[in-house]
Every structure is written in structure tokens, then in C-alpha cells.
């Protein structure tokens, strides 16, 4: 692990979702999740990579760096730095399968 990251799942929560996503995106991010909407392509510690149903299939990158949490997805809403609903999703999922947080 890269001194001074600290793991992806470790950097989510519904604090910073709810600070980096537009309510809509929000809502709508949570829908995705909760409908099996997320496919990990790569889910390292440090570097998730998954594809995000929706009306289309977006490729979500989540990224722990020593400076925080970087993202980007291939919808064009991060191109404006939007945490987007793919991105929410992506998040969500992967804290959700994280052990630490799994619940039994």
C-alpha cells in the first residue's frame, strides 16, 4: 500500500457522497447500487475500477491518493469534477462489500 493512502472503502461515506454528489445523482446512485447495478472490474485497496448500469454502461475509477479520494467516470458530467451517479454507486458498492463493513 502506498504510504499515506488510506483505502477507498475507508474514504467513503455518506457524509462525503452526500458532499460531492448533487442530490439527483444521490438518489439515483443509491437506486443503481441497490438494483445490482455494479460490476467490479478491479477492487484493490487502493484502486477500484468497475462498470455502472444505467440507462447506459459507464466505467467509474475510484482512487485513494495521499491528498484524498480522486475519481473519474466516462459520462461526461466528471469532465465538470461531478460526482456523478456512476461514481456514487461505484462508492457505495464498494464500501457495502468491504469486509469491515459487510453485515452478517
Do not use: Y
Not at 485513494?64 to 475519481?71: D, H, K, N
Not at 461531478?82 to 464498494?94: D, Q, R, S
Request: aromatic letters at 4%; one cysteine or more.
Amino acid at each position: 500500500m502506498q504510504h499515506g493512502c488510506t483505502p477507498v472503502a475507508d474514504l467513503i461515506d455518506d457524509t462525503l457522497v452526500g458532499r460531492l454528489a448533487s442530490p439527483a445523482d444521490l438518489r439515483r446512485g443509491r437506486e443503481i447500487a441497490a438494483t445490482g447495478g455494479v460490476d467490479f472490474i478491479k477492487r484493490g485497496p487502493l484502486r477500484v475500477i468497475a462498470r455502472v448500469g444505467g440507462a447506459q454502461t459507464r466505467t467509474v475509477e475510484l482512487i485513494s491518493t495521499p491528498s484524498g479520494l480522486e475519481w473519474s467516470c466516462s459520462c461526461l458530467g466528471t469532465k465538470r469534477h461531478v460526482f456523478c451517479k456512476h461514481c456514487v454507486a461505484a462508492a457505495l458498492e464498494n464500501r457495502w462489500r468491504s469486509p469491515a463493513r459487510r453485515i452478517a
